[in-house]
Structure formats: C-alpha cells, structure tokens
T-cell receptor, first 114, second 115 residues
Framework: DSGVTQTPKHLITATGQRVTLRCSPR?????VYWYQQSLDQGLQFLIQYYNGEERAKGNILERFSAQQFPDLHSELNLSSLELGDSALYFCASSTGGTSSYEQYFGPGTRLTVT | AQSVAQPEDQVNVAEGNPLTVKCTYSVSGNPYLFWYVQYPNRGLQFLLKYITGDNLVKGSYGFEAEFNKSQTSFHLKKPSALVSDSALYFCAVRDRGSGNTPLVFGKGTRLSVIA
C-alpha cells in the first residue's frame, strides 16, 4: 500500500458527461501528479500541483482540469467526455522537497465512457 | 525533451533463470532513472532508482538495475526469476531540474515467467 488513495475505483458514464476523480496524497507529501494510462498512449503525464499551485502541465486536454485543495487532496475534472477518454487515471505524490525523487502511485480510477 | 525506450513489448523467461528488461533513455543532462512494476488491476509500485553514485542499484524483491551512461541504458535485472515476478514493468526518467519534475515513462514491458 503506497499510502495514496483514489476514489472512485471504477466509473462508468456516458459520452458528454462530466466526472470528478479524487486523490489523497501520502501524509506529508506536497506534490500531486495526475497520469493517464491507455492502451494506445501508454502512461501520459497530465498535470502536477505543488502545495496548492499548478507546477507543470503535460498532455492535458482543455476539457480536463484539476486543482489541489488546502488539505492537499486533489481532484481531476473531466468534462464533455468522449469514448477515447476511457482509461486508467493515476494519481501520484511525492514530498516535493529537494531530496524527493520517486513518486508513489495510487491504485487508479478506471473510467469507462459508453 | 526527455524520452524512454523499452524495446521489448514482451519478455519470456523460465522460472529460476536470470531476467533482463531493457531500457534506454534520452535527456539533455544527467537523469534520475526509475523502475516501476504494475500488477493486474493495481497501481504502479516503485522498485528502484538511480540518482547518483554506484552504477548498480538494488531495489525491492531482489531486483537490481545498472546505469550505463555511455550507452544511456538502465536495464533491470534479477538473478533468478519467480513466477510471481510476472507483471508489467515501466522504466521512467526525470530531469534533474529544480523542483519535482514529472516522470516520463516508457511504453512498458510485459514480463512472463514460466514455471
């Protein structure tokens, strides 16, 4: 158990809908990262937050947004969903300090868009 | 831009034999390198990392990896494979920039250990 929690575990929704994925980082970790894992694209970095502020952006669609709250949990919002958004969405966390290297991953949320 | 290549989609090895999962990387400077493992319906688990120092790094579950700067490689190895090692393995690289930059992952290599 990495200490990173994600809810829900599974999500099934229809095209055009909006969903919110939630992540709680390990205790003490300030950095949160979101990744998307799909069969054709592999593991892709979406966005990173550090202590409530956006730190880096990857291949995140404009229909997707995220935020990190004062208690450090993070939410990833996916809107106007398309079939191609079906994927596993992972959250990872790290301490964010200068000696922080590896990231610890949550169990993921499997999103199915029908 | 950083990139990672895992040239083999699938590696098959007999139980008890040594295993190697290959990884090569491309970064502009000196890298931080990582290996993660993913079991079915699970998240990624951290195995080991290379930051600096000894080129041979040891990690969890008896795995080790060798950093080779001249060949820009970071191959994952284990002297004696177990059936329970069967999983999807990802190599990842991170730039030594300021702060905690995101990981760039390879496509993954599926390891199958046959009894």
């Amino acid at each position: 158990d990495s200490g990173v929690t994600q809810t829900p575990k599974h999500l099934i929704t229809a095209t055009g809908q909006r969903v919110t994925l939630r992540c709680s980082p390990r205790s003490g970790d300030l950095s949160v990262y979101w990744y998307q894992q799909s069969l054709d694209q592999g593991l892709q970095f979406l966005i990173q937050y550090y202590n409530g502020e956006e730190r880096a952006k990857g291949n995140i669609l404009e229909r997707f947004s995220a935020q990190q709250f004062p208690d450090l949990h993070s939410e990833l919002n996916l809107s106007s969903l398309e079939l191609g958004d079906s994927a596993l969405y992972f959250c990872a966390s790290s301490t964010g300090g200068t000696s922080s290297y590896e990231q610890y991953f949550g169990p993921g949320t499997r999103l199915t868009v029908t | 831009a950083q990139s990672v290549a895992q040239p083999e989609d699938q590696v098959n090895v007999a139980e008890g034999n040594p295993l190697t999962v290959k990884c090569t990387y491309s970064v502009s400077g000196n890298p931080y390198l990582f290996w993660y493992v993913q079991y079915p319906n699970r998240g990624l688990q951290f195995l080991l990392k290379y930051i600096t120092g000894d080129n041979l790094v040891k990690g969890s579950y008896g795995f080790e990896a060798e950093f080779n700067k001249s060949q820009t490689s970071f191959h994952l190895k284990k002297p004696s494979a177990l059936v329970s090692d069967s999983a999807l393995y990802f190599c990842a690289v991170r730039d030594r920039g300021s702060g905690n930059t995101p990981l760039v992952f390879g496509k993954g290599t599926r390891l199958s250990v046959i009894a």
